[in-house]
């Protein structure tokens, strides 16, 4: 039995304000998770290469990278993220380390500096994957993020 007859429990105006402050206090930072194809064409200059990569880096808001970039057709000496926009070589910003024959994975622990961050949300971050035949590289691919509201 009702405690208190003449009240009534306002269900609808609870839920509304409990999804306000949830939304306002418990947004999850969502991570962009970049899936990206590497070949010789990307390269600048391009590359006459049978070689390909698929790669898979994820970015998360608070600047730290993860992921991993996996070859064929070549034996890969070195990999990186550079810094650079679509067409232009640029230094690197992390350097991937040997998994496997044909992986490379971003090193745990590692992250972008703001300004390394505000270069990857325009697009600015490349990962170049490097062979003895093709010393400057043999295969690249842009790191695009998402686009807003996708």
């Known amino acids: 039995m009702n405690a208190f007859p003449n009240r009534r429990l306002a269900l609808p105006g609870i839920l509304a304000v409990a999804t306000v402050l949830m939304a306002t206090f418990f947004v999850p930072a969502w991570a962009d998770d970049i899936k990206f194809k590497l070949s010789g064409d990307m390269e600048v200059p391009p590359v006459p290469t049978s070689a390909s990569g698929d790669g898979m880096i994820t970015i998360k808001p608070d600047m730290s990278v993860s992921g991993k970039v996996t070859t064929s057709g070549m034996n890969a000496t070195m990999a990186h993220i550079h810094f650079g926009k679509?067409?232009?070589?640029?230094?690197?910003?992390?350097?991937?380390?040997?998994?496997?024959?044909?992986?490379?994975?971003?090193?745990?622990?590692?992250?972008?500096?703001?300004?390394?961050?505000?270069?990857?949300?325009?697009?600015?971050?490349?990962?170049n994957v490097h062979s003895a035949e093709f010393k400057p590289g043999e295969i690249r691919g842009q790191l695009m993020p998402p686009k807003a509201g996708y």
């Open 86 to 127: 679509t067409g232009v070589n640029g230094p690197v910003v992390i350097t991937l380390t040997k998994s496997g024959d044909n992986g490379w994975m971003v090193p745990e622990g590692s992250k972008l500096s703001a300004e390394q961050y505000q270069a990857y949300k325009a697009g600015e971050l490349y990962v």
